[in-house]
C-alpha cells in the first residue's frame, strides 16, 4: 500500500517530470518525445547525453541557470526540457535567457574559432497559459525561431523555442489519431489514469507507464515523490487562493506596471503563502518580484 488514490504519478511535480524523462534509463522515453516534437526540421535522435543542468555565468557573482533537463545529441546539438507549473512573469525572458548558456559554452578558445553553432532548442511544457495567447483556444503549440518579419521566412534555424500550453489540449481518448496526441494526452492525463487505455499500448508507453507507477517505488522514492507532491499542490492551492481573493489579477498588474498603489499587502500574502508551502527564497523573489530583504521579513514575522 502506498497510500495515494492515483496509480501513476504527476508528471508536473518536480519528482514526476525527473523520474519519467531524466534518469538513464529511461532515456529512450525522452528521445521518443523529443523526436515527436522535433522528428520534421531536426531528423531523428539517435542517442542522448544527459549534461549537468546547472550552468554558471561567466564570473562567480553571475546569475545561474539552473535546467530541469539539458542534454546533447550525437550531432552535438542541446536540448533544454523546462517544466512550468505555474504562471511566471517574464517566462518567455527566462527561456531567452537559458538558451544563451548552450550557446556560449560553444565558443572556442583561440583566434581561428570561425563561430559555427550546432543547433540550440529550448523546449517548454507549460501548465498554464500565456495571457496573449487565451484567445486562441484551439492553439496549444507555438514554434518560434528567429525569422524576417517582412518575408516571413526562417533567418537563423539554430535556434529553436517549443511552448506547449497543455491546459488547451482537450481531446480525449478516443480523439487521439497520431502518436504526438498520444504524447500530450499522456502528460496531460498520466496522473488522473487507473489503467493504460488500449489505445497506448505501445512499447515506448508501456515503458513510461510501467516507470510512473507509484507502487513499483521504493520508501525513499515514495517519500521523495510524496515531498515534490506537496510542494506541487501547495503551489496550487496558494495560487487558486489568491485568484479566488482577487489578489492574482493585481499581482499581475501590479507586477507589470511598477507595483501600482494598494497591490503591495496583496502580493505579501501571496508570498506569505508561498514561504508556507516550502517554497525558497530565490524561488518567491522570482514569482512574486519582491526583493530579498523583504521575503526575509515575512519569513521571520512567521516564527
Known amino acids: 500500500m502506498t497510500g495515494f488514490k492515483e496509480r501513476y504519478i504527476n508528471p508536473f511535480t518536480d519528482y514526476g517530470f525527473k523520474k519519467l524523462f531524466g534518469e538513464e534509463v529511461n532515456k529512450a522515453i525522452l528521445i521518443d518525445f523529443l523526436n515527436e516534437l522535433l522528428r520534421e526540421e531536426q531528423g531523428e535522435i539517435v542517442d542522448l547525453t544527459y549534461l549537468k543542468n546547472e550552468n554558471l555565468g561567466s564570473g562567480e557573482l553571475d546569475r545561474k541557470a539552473i535546467f530541469d533537463l539539458y542534454c546533447e545529441n550525437e550531432k552535438g546539438e542541446k536540448f533544454i526540457v523546462e517544466l512550468q507549473k505555474t504562471k511566471q512573469n517574464f517566462f518567455k525572458d527566462r527561456t531567452?535567457?537559458?538558451?544563451?548558456f548552450p550557446i556560449r559554452e560553444q565558443a572556442e578558445r583561440g583566434a581561428d574559432w570561425n563561430y559555427e553553432l550546432k543547433a540550440v532548442y529550448m523546449i517548454a511544457i507549460l501548465d498554464f497559459v500565456f495571457d496573449e495567447d487565451k484567445m486562441q483556444k484551439e492553439k496549444y503549440r507555438y514554434d518560434i525561431k528567429l525569422s524576417d518579419i517582412?518575408?516571413?521566412?526562417?533567418?537563423?534555424?539554430?535556434?529553436?523555442?517549443?511552448?506547449l500550453e497543455m491546459p488547451k489540449f482537450n481531446k480525449t481518448i478516443d480523439e487521439l489519431e497520431t502518436h504526438y496526441d498520444k504524447w500530450l494526452y499522456v502528460l496531460r492525463n498520466l496522473n488522473k489514469l487507473e489503467r493504460v487505455p488500449d489505445k497506448l499500448r505501445e512499447k515506448i508507453f508501456d515503458q513510461l507507464f510501467e516507470?510512473?507507477?507509484?507502487?513499483?517505488?521504493?520508501?525513499?522514492?515514495?517519500?521523495?515523490?510524496?515531498?515534490?507532491?506537496?510542494?506541487?499542490?501547495?503551489?496550487?492551492?496558494?495560487?487558486?487562493?489568491?485568484?479566488?481573493?482577487?489578489?492574482?489579477?493585481?499581482?499581475?498588474k501590479g507586477l507589470q506596471q511598477g507595483m501600482e498603489k494598494g497591490m503591495v499587502k496583496g502580493?505579501?500574502?501571496v508570498a506569505c503563502n508561498?514561504?508556507?508551502?516550502?517554497?525558497?527564497?530565490?524561488?518567491?523573489?522570482?514569482?512574486?518580484?519582491?526583493?530579498a530583504s523583504k521575503i526575509d521579513a515575512l519569513r521571520a514575522a512567521q516564527k
Not at 531567452?96 to 544563451?100: D, E, F, K, R, T
Not at 517582412?150 to 511552448?163: A, M
Not at 508561498?274 to 526583493?291: A, C, D, Q, V, Y
Request: aromatic fraction near 14%.
Open 274 to 291: 508561498l514561504i508556507k508551502s516550502g517554497m525558497s527564497n530565490r524561488e518567491i523573489e522570482t514569482f512574486t518580484g519582491l526583493p
Open 150 to 163: 517582412d518575408t516571413k521566412r526562417v533567418f537563423y534555424d539554430k535556434l529553436t523555442f517549443i511552448y
Open 96 to 100: 531567452v535567457y537559458y538558451s544563451s
Open 211 to 252: 516507470s510512473a507507477e507509484i507502487a513499483r517505488f521504493t520508501p525513499d522514492q515514495l517519500r521523495s515523490y510524496e515531498d515534490s507532491l506537496k510542494y506541487y499542490r501547495d503551489l496550487k492551492n496558494s495560487l487558486d487562493t489568491a485568484r479566488e481573493e482577487g489578489v492574482q489579477e493585481g499581482m499581475v
Open 267 to 269: 502580493i505579501e500574502a
